[in-house]
């Protein structure tokens, strides 16, 4: 995705970087919605 839209010089440790906390909440969130059918509240996960 920042590829196709910054472009291949944006793709470097030092410009761009997906935090690891932030990718597990998010797949932890998902998870919860896909067995529920609803997202967790806000305080259920950390938000950073």
């Known amino acids: 995705m920042v590829n196709e839209v910054a472009g291949p010089d944006w793709l470097t440790p030092d410009l ?3 935090g ?3 990718l597990l909440n998010d ?3 998902q ?3 896909l067995s529920t059918g609803t ?3 806000p ?3 950390t938000l950073d």
């Open 31 to 33: 998870r919860t919605r």
């Open 43 to 45: 305080d259920y996960y």
């Open 39 to 41: 997202y967790p509240g």
């Open 20 to 22: 690891a906390s932030s």
């Open 27 to 29: 797949l932890l969130m």
């Open 16 to 18: 761009f970087r997906i």
